[in-house]
């Protein structure tokens, strides 16, 4: 089935710095991405929709310039967290639609920030 | 997407069946009901998806109500290794590749041995 494949899986980073989280189709290609947030006990929460070859969609009260997506090819998108805070600190998930089940997901990134 | 409502938790023995339900009483006529799971610290998984007929794969079976404003999602044999959070959403599959999943609180099964 179609598979996406999210790196890394756990990032430990410094306040202050960036991290990218990749986010690739490995057998279909993707026109849109999802990128999503789930704090500790709770749901998983849309943060943006990734669009090759245009601008992102973000969700109301999600920082643009602090989280930068790119999706320049039809396999790849990406999320850059910026100037990370432990606030940042959460669990990143990224998804694809596919035909016929729907949506698939990658595995997930767990951030932390120190 | 027409919102959903789930148990917060439930518990099921190894073996047996488990019956998870969801309500959704305001859903539309186009909109279908998808299932997924999400085993901790991992991606939610695809598990089924049906509109108004009965389904089953080989995760699972998706009952339907007649007027479709409610389901049950049957895992015939549970198995310790269910244990995660089932979440029911449902939403216009339009075809298109950019309509968003918007994800409930889910139900907690906890398969017990």
């Known amino acids: 089935g179609a598979v996406v494949s999210q790196h890394p899986s756990r990032v430990i980073c410094k306040s202050g710095t960036s991290v990218k989280i990749e986010c690739r189709s490995l057998?279909?290609?993707?026109?849109?991405m999802f990128w999503y947030r789930q704090f500790p006990k709770q749901s998983l929460m849309l943060m943006a929709t990734?669009?090759?070859?245009?601008?992102?969609?973000?969700e109301q009260g999600v920082e643009k310039d602090k989280f930068l997506i790119n999706h320049a090819s039809l396999t790849l998108s990406t999320l850059t967290v910026t100037s990370a805070h432990p606030e940042d600190s959460s669990f990143y998930i990224c998804?694809?639609?596919?035909?016929?089940?729907?949506?698939?997901f990658g595995s997930g990134t767990r951030l932390t920030v120190v | 997407d027409a919102k959903t409502t789930q148990p917060t938790s439930m518990d099921c023995a190894e073996g047996r069946a488990a019956n998870l339900p969801c309500n959704h009483s305001t859903i539309s006529g186009n909109e279908y009901v998808y299932w997924y799971r999400q085993i901790h610290s991992q991606g939610p998984q695809y598990i089924i998806h049906g509109l108004k007929n009965n389904e089953t794969n080989e995760m699972a079976s998706l009952i339907i109500t007649e007027d479709r404003k409610s389901s049950t999602l049957i895992l015939p044999h549970a198995t310790l290794r269910d244990t995660a959070v089932y979440y029911c959403?449902?939403?216009?599959?339009?075809?298109?590749?950019?309509?968003?999943?918007?994800f409930g609180k889910g139900t907690l099964l906890t398969v017990n041995p």
């Open positions: 057998d279909f290609q993707a026109t849109t």
């Open positions: 990734s669009n090759e070859g245009s601008k992102a969609t973000y």
């Open positions: 959403i449902v939403r216009v599959d339009s075809g298109g590749s950019n309509y968003k999943l918007t």
């Open positions: 998804s694809a639609r596919v035909a016929g089940t729907g949506y698939t």
